[in-house]
């Protein structure tokens, strides 16, 4: 999941939540990588030795290394979605 994103959004979390919605969404095959950007500069930090310095979490189960889009795609039709992410 290294390709620019066709969507960003963010929020601040209220009560540890926070909802986005993704409108006018095509259909197809989709993957969603969410981070909890602690430093506010708008990007993943790493520690020296390749680890994330900031939690994140995707739409699939996370592996060890870097999140793909194999594991985390899902299909998109003709009804809404609902995902819950947890970091």
């Known amino acids: ?13 209220e009560n540890n939540t926070v909802t986005l919605v993704f409108e006018n969404v095509k259909p197809g095959e989709y993957g969603i990588i969410t981070l909890h950007d602690m430093n506010g500069n708008n990007r993943m930090d ?3 030795n390749g680890m994330p310095k900031e939690s994140y979490a995707t739409t699939g189960e996370l592996a ?6 194999a594991i985390s795609k899902f299909e998109v039709a003709d009804k809404d979605l609902d995902f819950t992410v947890r970091f």
């Not at 066709?6 to 979390?13: C, G």
Request: glycine share 4%; hydrophobic share 40%; net charge negative.
């Open 1 to 13: 999941m290294k390709a620019a994103p066709l969507d960003t959004q963010s929020a601040t979390p």
């Open 46 to 48: 790493f520690e020296a």
């Open 64 to 69: 060890f290394g870097p999140p793909s889009f």
